[in-house]
C-alpha cells in the first residue's frame, strides 16, 4: 500500500520539492535573472529607447527609411570567392533599403547624420544574402561590452533633446583602441547625397569557394555616381535626401558595385574598428542597380529585417562578437517592433510619388 | 489476459517509452538552458547556439510525432487505485498539457520563423521549407507564443519532477519507479 504523506519525515519533503526548485534556479540563472550585470538584447531595447527610439512599430535603430528595388548582377571573381548561389551568374532580384542611422524615425535629413544601406539578394532556388552597411568607414565599437556602453552614451538628454557630448567625449576617452576609428571618422567627407555615397559592412564574412578555400572580407557597396561634398547641399526640406534619391530614380537606374577587401596575414579580421592594410586587394563581386523608390509602408522592406548574419551556403559570419550581437539584437528589435501598431513613415507614398522639395518646417 | 493487479503498486511502463521519455527530457533540458540563454544573455556564441536550437527543436518535432503514435498503439500501466481522484485528474491533465505543449513549441518556432522571413537551417546545411509566406505581424505574436509556451512548459516540467518525486519518496507507490524500469 502507498505510504500516508502524513508520516514523512522533513528529510523526505526536502527530496520533493529541492530538485525541482533547484532545476528552476538553475533555469532562472541561464536567462540572466540572477547575474543583473549581465547585458541581454532587452537591455539593447531600454537603451535605444533612451536615445530616442519610440515604441511606434519603426527599428530601434536606423528607423527612418524608404525602399528601393532592382537587380543584381554578379562577376566572375564573385564566384571564383564564394561558391553561393548569388554569384552563379543569374541576373538577380534586390530589394533595398536606404536610411539614416538614428533611431529617429521623424529626424529631418541633415547633411551630419551617418547613413545606411541594407540589402537582400535572393536566389530563385532559395539563398538569400542580406547585409546592413553604414557610411562609416570603422565601427566605434569592438565588442559587446563597447557596444553597450556606446548606446548608453547615446542617451537622449530630457530637456535638451541631444546625447550628452560629455558621455559621448568619455565614451572614446576610456576606449584608446578606438583612437584610430574616431579619427577616420572625423576625417571621412560626408558625400552629397545617399546618391553618391558609399556603404560599409564594418564586421567581416568568411568566402568559401568551390575549392573550400576561405577568405575572409569587407563588404563595401562602393558608389558609381560622381562624389560631391555634402556642405551648402542641404535643402530646406525634411526629406530631401530621399526626394533626391527619388528623383535620380524617375530619371534613370543607379548603380552601386560590391566590392570584398580581401584580409591579408595579419589584418584584424574580428574587430571591426581596426583598419586593414591600405594595399589589401579589392575585388568586385557584382553590381547593384537600382530602378524603382516605394515608402517602406508600401513595401515589404518596411516591415522585414536586414540581419547581416542570415547567409547563403558559401558566405558565413567571422569571429566578429559584433556580429553575433547583432543577429539576437535585430532579432529583438524585429520581433517587438512587429508586434506594435506602426505609425506612418517620415517618408509617405506621396512624397515618392511626387518628389518636389518643398521647404516644410521640419527641414533645416 | 491478466488484469492489472490492485497492489498499489504501478507496473513498468514498455522499454520504447521509458526511452523516449528520458531522452527527449534530456533534450527539452538542453533546448530549455540554451534558448533561455540565447534570448537573454548577449554573447558571442549566439549564431552556434541558435543552429543547435533549431537542430534540436526538429529533431525533437519528429521525436514528438513518434512518442504520440507510440503512446497510443502502446499500452500505460495504470495509476494506483487507490491514488485520490483529484489526484488522478492532475496526472492526467498535466500529461495531456506535457505533449500540447512538447508538439507546439518546436511548432511554433518553425511556424514564427517562417512568417519572420527567415531561412530555417539544420547543423549539417540541410534546408527546412517555411511553413507559410511573409507576415511580419504573425511573427510577433508567435515569437511572443514561443516565450509564453516556453514558460509554460518550465512551470509544467517543475511540477511533473515535484509529483514524481511525491510518488517515489512519500507515497512510495511505484508510479515512480514505472518510469525507471523497475
Ligand atoms: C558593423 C556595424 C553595423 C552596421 C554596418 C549596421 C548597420 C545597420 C543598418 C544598415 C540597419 C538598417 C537595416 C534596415 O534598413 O532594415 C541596422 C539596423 C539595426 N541595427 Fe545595426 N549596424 C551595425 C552595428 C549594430 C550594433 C552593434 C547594434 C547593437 C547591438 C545594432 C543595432 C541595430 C538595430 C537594433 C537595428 C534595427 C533592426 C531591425 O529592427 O530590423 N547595429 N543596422
Ligand atoms: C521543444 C522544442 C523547443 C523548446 C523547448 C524551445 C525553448 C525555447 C526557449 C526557452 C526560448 C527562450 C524564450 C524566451 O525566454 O524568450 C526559445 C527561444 C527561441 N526559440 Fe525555441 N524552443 C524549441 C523549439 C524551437 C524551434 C524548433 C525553433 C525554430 C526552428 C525555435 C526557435 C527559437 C527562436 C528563434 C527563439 C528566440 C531566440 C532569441 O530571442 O534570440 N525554437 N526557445
Known sequence: MARSPHSASP???????????????????????????SISPSHFMQRFHNAGAPNTGFRRAHAKGMCVTGWFDPSPEGRALSHAGVFKGEHLPVIGRFSLAPPLPYLPDNPNIARSLALQIRTPSGDDWRMA?????????????????????????????????????????????????FEQAKAHQQPSDLTNDTYNSLDSFILTNDAGKKTAVRWA??????????????????????????????????????????????????????????????????????????SEDENPCGPMVFDPTILPEGISVSQDPLLALRASVYMKSYATRSAEHKTPSMVTPNDVANPTLTSDEKGQ | MSLPQNTGKAAPFPRL?????????ALILVMLFVGLFMAHISSIHYAGLFTLHRTVGFL???????????????????????????????????HILLYGFMFALPLVGWAMLSAGGYPITLWGGCH??????????????????????????????????????????????????SMLGR
Open chain 1, 11 to 37: 528529510a523526505r519533503w526536502a527530496a520533493v520539492i529541492l530538485p525541482p526548485l533547484c532545476l528552476g534556479g538553475f533555469l532562472a540563472w541561464s536567462a540572466g535573472l540572477l547575474t543583473p550585470a
Open chain 1, 133 to 181: 552597411l553604414v557610411d562609416m568607414p570603422l565601427q566605434s565599437m569592438r565588442d559587446i561590452a563597447d557596444a553597450y556602453a556606446f548606446f548608453k552614451a547615446a542617451r537622449l538628454d530630457p530637456v535638451t533633446h541631444k546625447p550628452d557630448p560629455e558621455a559621448v567625449k568619455a565614451y572614446a576617452a576610456q576606449r584608446p583602441w578606438l583612437n584610430t576609428a
Open chain 1, 221 to 294: 557597396v562602393q558608389a558609381k555616381e560622381p562624389f560631391r561634398p555634402a556642405e551648402g547641399s542641404g535643402a530646406n526640406d525634411g526629406n530631401y535626401l530621399f526626394k533626391r534619391l527619388v528623383q535620380t530614380l524617375d530619371e534613370r537606374p543607379l548603380s552601386w558595385d560590391i566590392v570584398a577587401t580581401i584580409a591579408r596575414e595579419g589584418d584584424p579580421v574580428n574587430d571591426p574598428s581596426q583598419p586593414w592594410n591600405d594595399a589589401d586587394q579589392k575585388v568586385t563581386v557584382g553590381t547593384v542597380t537600382f530602378t524603382k523608390a516605394y
Open chain 2, 17 to 25: 517509452s521509458i526511452m523516449l521519455h528520458w531522452i527527449m527530457a
Open chain 2, 60 to 94: 525533437l518535432l519528429l521525436l514528438v510525432v513518434i512518442r504520440l503514435i507510440n503512446r497510443f498503439t502502446n499500452r500505460t500501466p495504470p495509476l494506483p487505485a487507490d491514488l485520490p481522484s483529484p489526484m488522478k485528474l492532475a496526472a492526467h491533465l498535466s
Open chain 2, 128 to 177: 527546412i521549407p517555411p511553413l507559410m509566406g511573409f507576415h511580419p505581424h504573425l511573427w510577433g505574436a508567435l515569437r511572443c507564443l514561443h516565450s509564453l509556451l516556453a514558460y509554460g512548459l518550465i512551470l509544467l516540467i517543475l511540477a511533473h519532477i515535484g509529483a514524481a518525486l511525491l510518488h517515489g519518496v512519500i507515497r512510495r507507490d511505484g508510479v515512480m519507479g
